[in-house]
């Protein structure tokens, strides 16, 4: 038995005419007639009675029909659902991010649920190195996080390029100028930085500035998130260097300026292993690109 054998049916049943249900299938009657009676052959039973001037379906043939309707709808449901699940409409994505890409967050869940609203995503937050971890371990699907990263199993993209900013206690003597400041005019200030192990790449771009205007930063506090930087900066216990896009999170303890003559910036990437081939994966990072576009320099 086979489907166009159902659809066959069904078309005579509906019809209660070969000649009419032939039309209407593009079909000639005989082979039509034909498919029909060998329906009921492996069926065992009569699903029509035929005469000179009507077909009418037996008992059996009523209740073969809804048992008909049944099956196809729940082929057509697991064709569509076979491909929403190719075209990476269905199932559930988990995205690691750091504290870099707060301000990202909102728009991408938005648009994303609003086009695929079948998909479930789970965020996960976790620093740079551990979204590494859990990328090669197949923990998270897409890590957001400060590139470049060193890994051999992974692929990443860059998303988004943007330039440090200072952030300082609101009654520190930089701050009341309100106007962009040399890196170096930082020398002598207590420097609060995640430590290297949680994020090389931002470790590596915060020394990088600082050497390069001629000094190695003091750091006064080492904390895991970038988050926390700011909080420790409204207290008044020290300045730090962090992504532009920082501005976002308003902090009336907190000022932010631009560095003068400063070209370092911070490279946010979307990251994956390298042998995933989800096409859920592959969805979202399109999307991303079309998203992001905007906002890389």
């Not at 559930?92 to 998909?119: C, E, M, R, S, W």
């Not at 907190?254 to 400063?262: D, E, F, G, I």
Request: aromatic fraction near 8%; charge should be positive.
């Amino acid at each position: 038995m086979e489907l166009r054998h159902l659809r066959y049916f069904i078309a005579v049943a509906e019809e209660l005419h070969f000649g009419k249900a032939a039309e209407r299938l593009k079909i000639a009657q005989p082979p039509l007639s034909h498919q029909i009676k060998q329906l009921e052959t492996e069926l065992g039973v009569p699903l029509l009675y035929r005469t000179k001037r009507k077909v009418e379906l037996t008992e059996a043939g009523k209740v073969f029909l809804k048992r008909c309707y049944q099956i196809l709808s729940d082929v057509n449901k697991a064709c569509e659902e076979a491909q929403s699940i190719y075209r990476g409409e269905i199932g559930q994505l988990t995205i690691g991010f750091g504290g870099a890409v707060y301000d990202l967050l909102p728009p991408i869940l938005d648009i994303y649920q609003n086009k695929y609203p079948n998909l479930k995503i789970i965020f996960q937050q976790l620093t740079t190195s551990d979204q590494v971890k859990a990328l090669t371990e197949g923990k998270i699907d897409v890590g957001l996080l400060v590139s470049p990263i060193d890994s051999p199993h992974l692929k990443f993209e860059v998303i988004r390029e943007e330039p440090f900013i200072a952030a300082l206690p609101k009654t520190h003597r930089l701050a009341k100028l309100k106007q962009p400041i040399d890196v170096s005019e930082l020398a002598n200030e207590p420097f609060i930085m995640t430590p290297r192990s949680v994020g090389p790449s931002y470790y590596d771009a915060i020394i990088s500035l600082c050497f390069q205007a001629g000094f190695s930063p003091k750091t006064s506090q080492e904390v895991q998130e970038l988050q926390t930087i700011l909080a420790l900066v409204a207290s008044g216990m020290g300045a730090a260097l962090l992504p532009s896009s920082f501005q976002f999170l308003k902090n009336d303890d907190v000022v932010y300026l631009p560095l003068k003559k400063s070209k370092a910036t911070c490279k946010i990437a979307a990251a994956w292993h390298k042998d995933n081939k989800s096409p859920i994966v592959h969805s979202f990072l399109n999307l991303i690109r079309e998203l992001m576009i905007p906002y890389m320099s």
